[in-house]
C-alpha cells in the first residue's frame, strides 16, 4: 500500500463527467463532515437510495483512487448513515483538495 501514490487516475475531463457518482458527488449530500488525522468521515440523513449511492461513489473511487479505504455504517433504527475514507499519510489533504458543491 505504501507504494501506491497519493492521486486520482482520472483525467480531468472524466472526472468532471463523472463527479456526480464520485466523492464529490456523495459529499454534497452529507449532512455532516468530519476531518480525521488520516481522511475525513460524513454523516448522511438517510433517505431513499443513499446506500446505492454510497456503494455506486465506493465502487468507481476504488477503481480511480486505489489508496482509500472506505467504511459504512448504518445506525440501528433508521439512524444516520456514516461514510469514513481513510488512506496513508497525505489522504486528509487529498480530500480536503476535492470539489465541493
Keep these: ?18 463527479r456526480d457518482t464520485l466523492l464529490p458527488g456523495l ?10 488525522s488520516d481522511g475525513a468521515r460524513w454523516r448522511f440523513t438517510p433517505e431513499s437510495g443513499l446506500l446505492t449511492a454510497v456503494a455506486t461513489a465506493i465502487d468507481a473511487e ?5 489508496f482509500l479505504r472506505f467504511q459504512v455504517v448504518a445506525e440501528a433504527e433508521g439512524g444516520p ?3 469514513t475514507v481513510t488512506g496513508p499519510p497525505g489522504t486528509r489533504a487529498f480530500l480536503a483538495r476535492l470539489p465541493q458543491r
Design 1 to 18: 500500500m505504501a507504494d501506491v501514490p497519493i492521486a486520482c487516475t482520472l483525467d480531468p475531463a472524466d472526472f468532471a463527467w463523472r
Design 27 to 36: 459529499i454534497a449530500r452529507a449532512a455532516a463532515a468530519e476531518a480525521l
Design 62 to 66: 476504488r477503481r480511480c483512487c486505489p
Design 81 to 83: 448513515v456514516w461514510l
